[in-house]
Structure formats: structure tokens, C-alpha cells
């Protein structure tokens, strides 16, 4: 009986060609997926994050304090204090497990400078009022109510301040989304398989974002970087 449900539905999606948004767990709490994904190899996505990050800020230092949201097990956290020595990172999760990972893998000389904090957003309160620098990657598509990063931006950066967040962004059919799956993680664990797969499913078109984005009043700039990735920048500026 279940088995036939499963494949009327995608007979829907394949036929309609239009994903619906379908929301996945919001925190990585399991053990076996937090390891799962911390021993994959994202260092392709991540550097096109920092590549398009330089391209926002400049090499310059001039950020002091950074924030990092869903930073998960810190790799994004640590190439960019790496990339900017002089600034200082807090990096939130709301999963422990995923930041025992982060703390136990962020290397001595860079602990000074990068701290972890467990909390959820937007409920969390953060050690600092506001940051020159806001940045994510695929934490977005975890969020039941997207709004919430929009908002939680909005509260916590300084004024002037950069933001870069990245994601991946929906795509037209479940075909698709199994088509990238397998492009691109065909040889990783079947749990990483089964999360890339669902993350897709639950991640937002770039109009949707647009949307949300104007909802907000956040004039920001939404690029498709990828056939999976969606990069959206800009400054805050308060009125
Ligand atoms: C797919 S991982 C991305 C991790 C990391 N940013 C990276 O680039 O590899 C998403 C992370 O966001 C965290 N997360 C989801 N919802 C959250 C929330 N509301 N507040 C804080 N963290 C959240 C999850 O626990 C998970 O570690």
C-alpha cells in the first residue's frame, strides 16, 4: 500500500514537473549523519563559497567580528578565519553533536579566534549585538520558516554590514533532484545520499527567495552560481 503512494506521488511530481517544498528535520542531530557529513568532501562547495565571499568583501581585513549561522562541523568557519586573520568568528549550531565535531576537528591556533555556540535561531542570544560580516551555507533549507534568517540578519548585523549566504536551491522534479544526487554523491555513504536528496527536496527556488528577500526589505542579490547552488549577498544598511 505504501509503496503504491510513494509512486503515485512521484508519478505527480514527474508529470506536473513542479517540486513542492518538502521540509526535512531542522537540526543534524543523529550521530551517524553529523559523522556522515563531516568526513564528506564539501571542499569544492566550500571554496566556491569563500571564492565568491573575496569577491564580496576583498582580500582587505577589515572584518573584525564574523558570524556564522548552521556552521555544522566549522569547515566554512575555519577557511575564513583562515582567510582573515584578523577576525574573530562565532559560529552557531543548534546540534551538539555537530559542534563536538567542530570543536574537536577546528585546529589550536585558530580556537582563539573561533567559538562555537549552541543555540537555535532565531531564539538564541548571541554574545555580540552585532557583526560586520553575516555568513551560511546550506542552512537556509534546514529553516521551516525561511523568514526567520531574514529577520534574524536583520537583528544582528551592524550597520554597513556583508552579508553572503549560500544554498542549494529546489530543482524542477524529483528526476532532477535524484540526477544530482547521483552526479555528485554517488560514492558517498547512503545516509549522505538520503540527506542530500531530502535537503534538495526541502531547498527554495530563486524565486521564492526573491520573494522573501523583498518581503523582508533586504535588497540583496540573488545568483544562481551552480546547477545546485544559489549565492545571495549584500549589504545592510540601516535608514
Ligand atoms: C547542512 S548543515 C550545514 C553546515 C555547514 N554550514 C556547512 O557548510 O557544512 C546545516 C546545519 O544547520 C543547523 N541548523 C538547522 N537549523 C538551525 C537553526 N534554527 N539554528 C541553528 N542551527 C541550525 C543544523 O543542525 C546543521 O548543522
Known sequence: MMKKIEISLEHRYHSHRLLHRILEPELMEDPKQV?????????????????????????????????????????????????????HVDALDGSAVMLDYAESTTPNDLKVRVRFIHGKLPTVSLPRSRYDLIISNSLLHHLPEPQALWQFLKRYAAN??????????????????????????ASEPEILQRDFYHSLLAALTLEEIEKQ???????????????????ISGTIIFK
Do not use: W
Request: one cysteine or more; proline letters at 4%.
Open 160 to 185: 554597513g554590514a556583508r552579508v553572503a549566504i549560500m544554498d542549494l536551491f529546489r530543482p524542477q522534479s524529483v528526476r532532477q533532484a535524484k540526477d544530482i544526487v547521483e552526479m555528485y554523491a
Open 213 to 231: 528577500l523583498h518581503e523582508a526589505g533586504l535588497n540583496f542579490d540573488v545568483a544562481r552560481i551552480s546547477d545546485r547552488h544559489v549565492f
Open 35 to 87: 559523522q556522515a557529513y563531516a568526513q564528506a568532501d564539501f571542499s569544492e562547495p566550500n571554496e566556491r563559497f569563500m571564492q565568491n565571499l573575496r569577491t564580496l568583501i576583498g582580500k582587505e581585513d577589515l572584518i573584525s567580528h564574523a558570524l556564522d549561522l548552521g556552521c555544522g562541523p566549522g569547515d566554512i568557519s575555519c577557511r575564513f578565519a583562515m582567510g582573515y586573520p584578523s577576525a
